[in-house]
């Protein structure tokens, strides 16, 4: 069984902009709301194969996952483009960022998740699907909001 998410979002600032403030995931923490800790546990970031661990809370819920992510080749991918996967339980999931400059200050971001396994099945009835699809759109949201108020005050 599998499921796919597609979001999108617009983003006021260039593309080069918004995808260092999305790359640099030490930060995600002070800007993502959902995210509480990430960081890589490789010493190379966004290569093919590196890994990255991020804690996330499910507030107003007592409840915070942690999962360990690989990071796609970017060579298999199309231009401005960041994959990751990861598997928890029984369900494996692919997230594909892809940035596109459409003007000079301002860049559209396209959200993919692709999550498969059986117990998809299993957790359909409660909508894990509905409960994916809400936190990647406000983790983009957050990232809009961030990236935004940054490049403001560069100008």
Request: proline share 4%; aromatic share 12%; charged share 15%.
């Amino acid at each position: 069984m599998s499921t796919t998410i597609s979001q999108h979002m617009t983003i006021n600032a260039p593309i080069n902009f918004v995808i260092e403030s999305f790359c640099a995931i030490e930060s995600w923490s002070s800007w993502g709301g959902l995210c509480t800790n990430a960081n890589f546990l490789s010493e190379s970031n966004w290569i093919a194969n590196s890994k990255f661990s991020m804690s996330i809370s499910l507030r107003p819920l007592p409840i915070t996952l942690t999962n360990i992510f690989t990071v796609t080749d970017p060579l298999d991918l199309p231009e401005n483009c960041i994959e990751w996967s990861a598997t928890k339980f029984g369900l494996a999931s692919t997230h594909r960022w892809q940035f596109k400059g459409i003007e000079r200050d301002v860049t559209r971001l396209e959200s993919v998740e692709h999550i498969t396994g059986f117990s998809l099945f299993l957790f359909r009835p409660v909508g894990i699907w509905l409960v994916i699809k809400y936190l990647n759109h406000k983790w983009m949201h957050e990232l809009k909001f961030s990236t935004e108020k940054q490049y403001k005050q560069t100008k």
